[in-house]
């Protein structure tokens, strides 16, 4: 039986991220320097795949220090941690690593730069998401408010309108967070923050790479994890820029096909935690069925790199 045409639009740049990879390698080479166990407190990056392969060299997952022993390592996820939990290892002596995306921690800097000049701070993000919970608490209580939406600025009640700032989650849609910057400003035309927003250059990237993608391919495959902000992101951003079918899928075995049924392109991305070992799953998935012409769509390149903390780097 001859397999119908399709045309595989492969997004670049898609998958691993500079904070990702250095995060993963972190708890590999912490493995390798003191031995398993090596606890890690959350999700080092959020995909199941990731995990469940450090899982197999010798980390252990919990989502909350306590659950740590002292006598043990502990890394903290790229996704950043409040200011609680390293000075928790260090009153239980404890050896710990930080995994937090540097372009996290830029952020936390800031609003800490923020803070000591008495302003207080407006955060753009996503209640309850690790990234939110790390950033919020790297200033006391209060002193951070959160906004989600374009209509949550209107809600807003800061102590003192004329001094405030505004920071952002790293992951958020461009185009939204655009709307809520701007609402910000007319509200508040006193209000400080970065050029644009924080959101870093790798959510940026991928972002664009799907809308060039949206408006030719019949549907969208994002590889992901549902608790991945970046990845879901992608997923609305392809559905926004005019495809009508984007979803989310952990691995080959989720897809839909029947869903899929009659299409003659489908565009392919991952989010900054998904192994490009999955993408490639992924594309065998549609070979099987399909006769596939893949046609690379690269709207950016990047060359990020990031060191790993130097106690691991010394080892090295
Ligand atoms: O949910 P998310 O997009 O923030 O995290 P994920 O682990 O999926 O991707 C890496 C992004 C990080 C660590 C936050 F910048
Ligand atoms: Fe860092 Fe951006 Fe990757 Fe998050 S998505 S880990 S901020 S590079």
Same mark, same amino acid.
């Given at each position: 039986m001859t397999k119908p045409p399709l045309t595989l639009y492969l997004a670049a740049p898609r998958g691993f991220c500079a904070g990702v990879d250095r995060a993963i390698k972190i708890v590999e080479m912490a493995i390798e320097k003191w031995g398993a166990p090596v606890y890690v407190r959350h999700e080092i990056v959020?995909?199941? &795949? @990731? @995990? #469940? #392969? /450090? *899982?197999?060299?010798?980390? =252990? &997952?919990?989502?909350? +220090?306590? #659950?740590?022993?002292d006598d043990r390592p502990v890394i903290f996820s790229a996704h950043g941690v409040p200011k609680s939990v390293p000075a928790a290892a260090e009153a *239980?002596?404890?050896?710990? @690593? #930080?995994?937090?995306?540097? /372009?996290?921690?830029?952020?936390? =800097?800031?609003?800490?730069r923020?803070?000591?000049?008495? +302003? !207080?701070? @407006?955060? =753009?993000?996503h209640a309850g998401h690790p990234e939110t919970i790390g950033t919020m608490g790297q200033l006391p209580e209060g002193e951070v408010l959160l906004v989600e939406t374009e209509a949550d600025v209107a809600g807003l009640a800061p102590r003192d309108p004329e001094r405030l700032a505004f920071i952002t989650q790293t992951t958020l849609s461009v185009d939204d967070t655009a709307g809520i910057v701007a609402a910000l400003q007319a509200r508040f035309p006193a209000i400080v923050g970065p050029h644009k927003e924080d959101i870093c250059y790798a959510t940026t990237n991928r972002q664009a790479a799907v809308k060039a993608i949206a408006p030719k391919a019949d549907a969208i495959l994002v590889v992901g994890a549902p608790n991945s902000s970046n990845s879901r992101r992608l997923v609305e951003v392809g559905a926004k820029a005019g495809c009508s079918y984007? !979803? +989310?899928? !952990?691995r080959a075995e989720n897809i839909d096909w029947r869903a899929l049924e009659g299409i003659g392109s489908v565009g392919v991305t991952a989010g900054a935690s998904a192994p490009e070992i999955l993408v490639e799953e992924v594309i065998d998935a549609f070979r099987a069925r399909y006769d596939v012409t893949v046609e690379q769509v690269e709207t950016a390149v990047e060359n990020v790199e990031f060191k790993v903390p130097r106690v691991l780097r010394q080892m090295a």
């Open positions: 959020h995909n199941k &795949f @990731v @995990v #469940d #392969d /450090l *899982r197999a060299k010798g980390a =252990i &997952f919990v989502e909350e +220090l306590e #659950d740590c022993p *239980r002596q404890m050896v710990y @690593v #930080d995994a937090t995306c540097p /372009l996290v921690s830029k952020v936390h =800097i800031e609003a800490e923020h803070h000591a000049n008495g +302003l !207080q701070m @407006v955060m =753009i993000g984007s !979803q +989310l899928v !952990q």
